[in-house]
């Protein structure tokens, strides 16, 4: 049967191009409750070293699999309870691979509401229908005059004939067959096309980009189906379908031709042919065309919305993954002019320690006095990290902490600052999670304590937010929020567990995040060891309540202890691995501290001596790497921008300058760079670099520090265009920075100032070929990706 395990592994195995046994090991894991992140990194023989992102793509796979057989199963019980299941049927059924194919087959079958072919073959019309399909030549008329059933509302020859073409038209348009072939055609020719709804001209004006648009349905990009669907939610744009944009037949669509096809209708002038001609256009226009436009756009949707979630997930993953700046006394500030800015100080472990509010701005302007506090308070804790948001006043404030600096640097010579995200902070300050964490302390401090630790720890602190808050995606609030919901989720337990957790220092939400932990475990975790202290070995955890032998299988390897009773618990070796670890050190006549970080002794040890029935090699290597460097981070150097000295609005921004920055968000048309005016400019594809780029992802990813051109400045619409590209010649045209004005010019200069970036023809690039086709007629021109939707979407979403 099709529908059983050893089947679904073999698609499953093809689709990732492995071996069906890896596929086979891998499913029986799961079902056994183990978790990617465990399976990953402690079954590699099982798997065959299959690798996180392969195990998350089976495991979604998996899962619409199995959803598909379980709907198969419905469907079959359906049919055979009609007494209507043929063994060709069951075949087919059975052979269907995906969703949209099994709904097709059973479309005939399905109970349905009574319709207008139903009627006309209760009143015995069917056997008419029949006739005139097979016998072209016939006199229509005098057969239908023979079905006349004024009982059941068919009284004249017209009505019959009505009748007769309902019951053909509602069996043409249920032939699976047909709607694939039809289905098939429309995704390679079909387009969409875009326009704006009368009389919505100016309130839709962040969509005039689609006000006129048109390009082939298969090949919209994620953000402009996005941003045209919006368009739609918000009644400022109607789509459509365009089934036959290159022809101009006046006979119909080409779907027509598809349909007469199928059915062998080689149609000629007899009455009958005519009277077919009519339910061959009917089944196309009011039975099928609605259908497809809706399934097409519904498709574009889906993978647009696909698309939106790997780049949210990837840019996440990025973030959550940014270098630690490490353990060291950090001050927070989170700025603010009328409300002050806000002080907190956490120590070298993330305590929370101090905290005050200094009003150095406008209308205060108390700027000495806060100079000598914030110096204070580094002297008295110690302070080594100034972290800043980069919210309101921050380059104010970064300038305060810049003079407090320079005040310490006889006493305090490696006193750094560095500007940090300030997005989803306020988030978790009103969260429950925070009160809970600081009942007494006000809103605002908790956030300055959340930028503090966030600069320590990027991870360990990010994973207390909403990742949705943390703002590096793109039209986030109009996917489905499920998927988006599980795959960030996804995203934060492989960044999590791939780093690794201190058990006696992590947070119950860090924890929580665990391979086989929850937040009820992650609690009763953090309760032991405040009631019991300090774990000092990894089988203590087998103490904490409701955590079971599978649960720590699942999270002991991920769980560090660093100066506990054994030197192992500080690494990724997992218990279960601590005997081999043991017979290791035996045999090279070691203590298992002794061999910890012995590079060279661990370098002159084959791995392939100790393999047995229980370890396999890429256990046994994936030991000797670990113990020569335990506990290793796999995140990279710490790295921090240094903005441009008074560059702190956009009105200081002029083309031509250097400025140096941090990408805050990777999407498919290009990068967002922070460039310290409170407003990121974006870098669009074409110049992120001299070469073609199918993907930004591949160049630049989210927390990387860039050197950027300034290439257009829009200050009435807050769009900066930026290039990586640093010999870009500027479009002398479109470049200067430009005031308010009336956006009624052209429409060259309406899509420079729609989009806040410059245009990438030949007169920017000095004639030089960008790598990148010119758009086709009416399709959003190269400049246009940013699209207003999507930068009004994005500057909400940053602030």
């Not at 196309?284 to 949210?312: D, G, H, T, Y």
């Amino acid at each position: 049967m099709h529908s059983t395990s050893q089947t679904i592994a073999q698609i499953i195995a093809q689709e990732l191009n492995v071996r069906e046994q890896q596929v086979m090991a891998t499913i029986a894991l799961l079902d056994e409750g183990s978790t990617v992140p465990f399976i990953a990194r402690y079954r590699k023989e099982a798997t065959g070293g299959l690798d996180d992102t392969q195990l998350r793509n089976l495991y979604s796979r998996l899962g619409y699999l199995r959803e598909l057989n379980d709907r198969r199963q419905v469907v079959l019980s359906s049919i055979k309870a009609q007494d209507k299941l043929t063994p060709a049927l069951e075949h087919e059924i059975n052979q269907a691979d995906s969703k949209t194919r099994l709904e097709d087959l059973y479309l005939p079958f399905k109970p349905k509401r009574r319709t207008k072919g139903m009627i006309a073959i209760e009143a015995g019309l069917e056997p008419l229908a029949d006739f005139l399909l097979a016998n072209r030549n016939a006199d229509i008329d005098a057969k239908a005059a023979e079905f006349i059933n004024s009982a059941a509302g068919f009284s004249d020859e017209k009505a019959v004939l009505e009748g007769a073409r309902y019951i053909l038209m509602e069996r043409f348009a249920e032939d699976a067959e047909l709607i694939r072939k039809v289905r098939s055609h429309l995704a390679q020719h079909a387009v969409l096309e875009s326009k704006v709804m009368k009389g919505k001209e100016k309130e839709g004006s962040k969509f005039r980009d689609y006000f006129e648009h048109t390009e082939a349905l298969h090949k919209v990009p994620s953000h402009r189906a996005l941003a045209m669907l919006r368009g739609r939610n918000e009644s400022m744009l109607s789509l459509s379908m365009n089934a036959d944009p290159d022809t101009q037949a006046i006979d119909g669509s080409y779907c027509e031709v598809i349909i007469a096809d199928h059915f062998n209708l080689k149609l000629s002038d007899t009455s009958v042919d005519a009277w077919l001609k009519t339910v061959v256009t009917a089944t196309w226009r009011i039975k099928i065309a609605l259908q497809m436009e809706n399934e097409m756009i519904s498709q574009m949707r889906e993978r647009a919305e696909e698309e939106a979630i790997k780049v949210f997930a990837r840019n996440l993953g990025d973030l959550l993954m940014a270098p630690p700046a490490g353990a060291k006394a950090t001050m927070g500030l989170d700025p603010g002019l009328r409300t002050g800015v806000k002080v907190a100080i956490v120590d070298n472990t993330g305590k929370f320690v101090a905290h005050t509010v200094i009003y150095p701005h406008a209308p205060q302007n108390v700027w000495d006095k806060s100079i000598r506090t914030l110096a204070n308070l580094v002297n008295m804790h110690k302070v080594e990290l100034i972290a800043i948001g980069n919210g309101t006043a921050s380059r104010e404030t970064d300038k305060l902490a810049g003079e407090v600096i320079a005040s310490l640097k006889d006493t305090h010579p490696n006193l750094t600052k560095i500007m940090v995200s300030e997005a989803g902070a306020s988030v978790y300050s009103a969260s429950e999670l925070a009160a809970e964490e600081f009942p007494n302390l006000d809103v605002s401090i908790r956030g300055a304590v959340s930028i503090a630790r966030r600069l320590q720890d990027p991870l360990a602190e990010l994973v207390k937010i909403e990742p949705k808050s943390i703002g590096v995606g793109q039209y986030q609030h109009d996917v489905s929020q499920s998927q988006l919901s599980s795959s960030l989720d996804a995203v934060i337990e492989d960044c999590v567990n791939g780093v690794g957790v201190d058990l006696n220092m992590a947070s119950a939400p860090l924890l929580a995040q665990v391979a086989g932990l929850n937040k009820t475990l992650a609690k009763n975790l953090v309760d032991y060891r405040d009631e019991h202290g300090q774990f000092t070995n990894r089988k203590q955890l087998l103490k904490v309540a409701r955590l079971g032998p599978k649960a720590f299988e699942q999270a002991a390897g991920f769980l560090r202890i660093r100066g506990g009773d054994n030197p192992l618990d500080a690494s990724s070796v997992h218990p279960e691995a601590y005997k081999l670890v043991e017979t290791i050190a035996q045999k090279t006549q070691q203590a298992i501290d002794s061999l910890i970080g012995n590079s060279g002794l661990l370098s002159s040890i084959k791995a392939e001596d100790f393999v047995s029935d229980e370890f396999g090699l890429p256990t046994i290597n994936d030991i000797l790497a670990e113990l020569d460097k335990p506990g290793r981070d796999p995140r990279g150097e710490f790295k921090t921008a240094s903005f441009k000295e008074g560059v702190e609005e956009l009105k200081d921004l002029k083309p031509e300058m250097i400025l140096e920055g941090v990408v805050t968000n990777v999407t498919n048309f290009g990068a967002f760079v922070d460039v310290g005016v409170h407003q990121d400019g974006l870098v669009h594809i074409s110049s992120l670099t001299d070469k073609f780029v199918s993907d930004p992802h591949t160049i630049v990813k989210a927390g990387d520090v860039v050197k950027v051109k300034v290439m257009e400045v829009d200050i009435e619409r807050r769009r900066i265009g930026l290039s990586m590209r640093l010999d870009e010649a500027i479009n002398t045209s479109a470049s200067s920075v430009k005031p308010k004005q009336d956006n009624r010019g052209s429409a060259a200069n309406k899509t420079s100032t729609n989009t806040g970036i410059t245009n990438k023809g030949a007169s920017a690039n000095n004639g030089k070929p960008t790598g990148r086709k010119a758009p086709a007629p009416k399709a959003a021109p190269a400049n246009a990706a940013m699209g207003n939707a999507f930068a009004d979407a994005f500057a909400k979403m940053k602030k």
